[in-house]
Each structure stands twice: as structure tokens, then as C-alpha cells.
């Protein structure tokens, strides 16, 4: 019971894109998915989720370098072989999860206190000068994803270079955006508005305003909060376009 209560929970929770009205709404676009070892046990220990990235991305010659984690060794070997195995590792397309995962390799953060506290270290740690980003293609298919894979493989290979962490973690957040941005494109006739909560990152929010094509409006967090703050905003203004009577359960 424990289990399906941990799987029914993350399976396929994430970035959605949306094209919608006040009454309904299209899914268009998402992140390519990914495997958190442990389930929930991954918003605490990041490195269980750098561990899944990193064996999508064929670089299994640089997890070498990432075992400086205060993680005992057998453990990372119990959890890389569970990041295959659906029951143990269910499937999310959580750009906060992905952050995790980059905060992981990038300066070696092995646990967290809460929910996204490792997204605020390697927020705070980027160098706002840096220069340079990441491939973050968008595929095509049914339903289009955005792959953080080359992205991976990029960051990776400029750790191993000697790169210092405060410049990959600026290209880090520099390919989120051009990622973002990219699917953004693909409907320039409307606006773009960025709500869920990995737009509580400012560096974020504020490389997608920057580089944005100012022909296409573009609502940004506000008076109406990203995350939990925002849905419930949504939910309010659907029920009122529909007409339907609110009631309080």
C-alpha cells in the first residue's frame, strides 16, 4: 500500500505547457521524464535523483566524480540499481526535481532541510556575468518534450573541465530558459504566462523576461503568487467563468 501511495503520488507530476481559455484547457508540451530512486526520499537526498539523470545521459564515466556526496557507498550502489525498477522509482517531469538534481552535481549537495532548498543554493550561487548555456532541444511527437539530457551531458562535461560551479550554474539556468522560451514560440499569437512554483527562482523568472520576444505578451508572477498561490487563483477564476456556485467543503 505504501508503495502504490508513493508511485499514484509522483507518477508524472511536473512541467506541464498549457494552451487554455478560462474553460478549458490543452496539454502541449512537458519534460522529458525521469526516475526519482526512493520516491519522496528524493526531495531529501538530491543525489538519488542526480544518479537517475546522469545514467540517462551515458555518462556513467563521470559518476566517478560524483561520489565526493556524504553518501556511504553501498548506499549509492543500492540506489543505482533501483533507478530502473518502476515500484522504487517512479516517473515525474519536475523541473524542481531536475534543479535538484543540477544543485547535486553542480556543488555537491547530498541532503535538504526542505523542499527546494538546494533550487535556492544553486540559485544563489550562479555568477550573473557568466556567458554561455546548454542545449535544450525540444522533440517533436504526439506530445512534444523539452530533453534535459543534452544539457546534462553539457554541464558534465563542463565540471570535468574544471569550470567553476558558479558559472555552470549560471548556463544551468540560462538553458532553462531558452528551454522555456523555445516552447513559448511555438505560440506567439498568445500570451505567455509563467505560474507553478519553479518560478519562485527571481534568476529564472528574470532570464525568461530578458530574453523573450517582446511581441508576445508575457504575464509574470505578481499580485497573483506562482505555485499553490496561483492554482488556487485559477480554480476561482474557472468556477466563475463557468458560472458554477462556489461552495466550501
Known sequence: MGRNRIRNRWHDLGVEFL???????ERVCRL???????????????????????AQTDT????????????????LESVSKIIDRPQFSPLTSSAG???DAAAAIILGVDHADFDGQPAM????AADRGAQGWYEFPLSEGELPELDWRPL?????????RGVEPSVIAMRFHRSLAHGILRVCRHWREMPAVLSGGVFQNKLLTELVAEMHDETQPLGLPGIIPPNDGGLAAGQLAIAAAKGGSLRCV
Open 19 to 25: 494552451v487554455s481559455s478560462s474553460t478549458s484547457f
Open 152 to 160: 546534462f551531458v553539457g554541464l558534465l562535461a563542463d565540471q570535468q
Open 121 to 124: 543554493r544553486l540559485e544563489a
Open 32 to 54: 522529458r521524464p525521469f526516475r526519482l530512486p526512493g520516491g519522496e526520499a528524493a526531495i531529501h537526498e538530491p543525489w538519488r535523483t542526480a544518479l537517475s539523470v546522469c
Open 97 to 99: 526535481r531536475l534543479i
Open 60 to 75: 556513467s564515466n563521470n559518476l566517478k566524480r560524483l561520489f565526493a556526496w556524504n553518501v556511504a557507498a553501498q548506499q
